[in-house]
């Protein structure tokens, strides 16, 4: 009888020790940000959202502390996209054009990033809601459940030995508004680099780069002295970064960078006629913009947002004269 009670409170003990050990969503998460970063892979991906649905290649890997990337679409027009770094380089053989451009984290996989973690819990909720199957791998299913209507939720399958999100969606209300899905995978110690070049000759294509917005910092100025801020935000978001972009001899766009952590907003003030202006609302798939004007300046908010939170920002982003 002892001896029976002994391996009974030793099997409890076991399985007390197995369940503390469960990582929390929380924990799933921060290393699934590592993995984003740091896993080298090649596999083949979906993304679809709006009826519309792009199958692309991707090759991703770590060297010499850098994050590097390429995408090759397998449908529709041909285009490469390829990442180092903060370089974004996009090839489009049909239209011989390369565009080169500083990469900003905004993809529904570089969304999360520790900073966002950190921040997550204010604006969110998280949960384990049990397992899925992905690309043939087990997975660790997660929840991030928005806490109001400014923004939505994400569900992430997280692959059980590297961490990896292997499918990501994007929701609102239950449906579905995009979906991020490997259907193949292999992961690798190493990966040649002739797999992070293009596989088109470039010689003769024209060649546009973009140019960088120059930062100016939270409290940042333009040539009128002029600070443009929002007087009313949606719960959780906070005013990230401003720049300036020259798009013409005497023209500038100001951008500003609005986010909770996870979901980001822009808005870009820009001279009034530089181009057709944004009346009121506009939707692409989970996109949405409110664009109106302000005196001579033209406002444009858009983001991966509810229409709600892009008509807010717009409407209370306002001028302030700098002293």
Known sequence: MVATSASASGASQNTSTKKRSRPSAGQLLTAATNAIQNASYRGVLINSQAGHMNTLRVFHRRKDGQEQQRLVAMNGPAREIISKGSKLISILPGKKLVLISQQHRNGMLNKLTQSAIKRIHVS????R????????????????????KFRYGYRLSIDSKTDLPLKLELVRHNRVLERLLFTQIHFEKSMPNHLFESQYN????RVVKHQAVEKTGRAGHDATKIRWTASQLPPGFKREETGVRQVAK?????????SDGLASVSAFIAPAGLRTPLKGGSSL?????FGRQEGQKQITVVGEVPKVTVK???EHLKPKSSK
């Open 202 to 205: 470039v010689k003769g294509y």
């Open 312 to 314: 807010l920002i717009a």
């Open 124 to 127: 969110y909720t998280l949960s």
């Open 285 to 289: 798939g989970p996109v949405n913009a």
């Open 129 to 148: 809601d049990g397992h899925d199957r992905i690309a043939g791998r087990h997975c660790v299913l997660i929840s991030i459940n928005p806490k109001d």
């Open 250 to 258: 005497k023209a500038k766009v100001r951008q500003i960078l609005f």
